[in-house]
């Protein structure tokens, strides 16, 4: 696609309940990353991908939280039992190439999760 | 761990005037990079401008020019001819290579250009 594209824009979701958030690449960008951010905060990281794999999850809060990549395309993260405190913008980003040298990371627009 | 700092939470400038905004980091490593990022409501983050710690001279983009102080830790934006759609949030961040793009932001400045 022309840009990474995140869905969806907004989700609404009870305490407790499952949640699954998706975010589709830049065609040809073999990395990605996930970045959360809360209200009044800059993004934190969460994980990044290259290819298929998880090359870090550091930022991964707890086990509630997991992301994949089957087909080193299309990510989705997913937050099981979820908590108040997990409402915040996810965002996503693409690139070709690890270093920041020769690229960029393209950011996608969100997912703004509200847990009640 | 890499911190960075804005210590600007809001600014408001008028049009065509010519605002800085501030960063400041901390770091041990000597090769790293740093960004500025502009995140308008739309909630998508731009790259507006990219240093390199190696590379002494100041990175400017069009009306976009960084003072990089490495000693002193300090990474400021300046913002020549502001127009309305500069208005924006905007994100100092860190990055320490050769690895993934892991970047470690600072709590943005919220800027607003009157007309």
């Known amino acids: 696609g022309a840009g990474v594209s995140q869905t969806p824009s907004n989700k609404v979701t009870e305490k407790g309940k499952y949640v699954e958030l998706r975010c589709d690449p830049i065609?040809?960008?073999?990395?990605l990353y996930w970045y959360r951010q809360s209200l009044g905060q800059g993004p934190e990281f969460l994980i990044y991908?290259?290819?298929?794999?998880?090359?870090?999850d550091s930022g991964l809060p707890n086990d509630r939280f997991f992301a994949v990549r089957p087909e080193g395309s299309v990510s989705t993260l997913k937050i099981q039992r979820t908590e108040r405190g997990d409402s915040a913008v996810y965002l996503c980003?693409?690139?070709?190439?690890?270093?920041?040298?020769?690229?960029?990371?393209?950011f996608g627009q969100g997912t703004r999760l509200t847990v009640v | 761990a890499q911190t960075v700092t804005q210590s600007q939470p809001e600014m408001s400038v008028q049009e065509a005037e010519t605002v800085t905004l501030s960063c400041t980091y901390d770091t041990s490593e000597s090769n790293y990079y740093l960004f500025w990022y502009k995140q308008p409501p739309s909630r998508q983050m731009i790259l507006v401008i990219r240093?390199?710690?190696?590379?002494?001279q100041n990175a400017t983009e069009n009306r976009f020019s960084v003072n990089f102080q490495k000693a002193a830790k300090s990474f400021s934006l300046k913002i020549s001819d502001s127009q309305l759609g500069d208005t924006a949030m905007y994100f100092c961040a860190f990055m320490k290579p050769p690895g993934a793009q892991k970047l470690v932001f600072g709590q943005g400045t919220r800027l607003t250009i009157n007309p």
């Open positions: 991908f290259q290819g298929t794999g998880a090359a870090d």
């Open positions: 240093q390199e710690a190696y590379k002494q």
């Open positions: 980003a693409s690139s070709l190439i690890r270093t920041a040298k020769n690229t960029e990371a393209f």
């Open positions: 065609s040809g960008h073999t990395a």
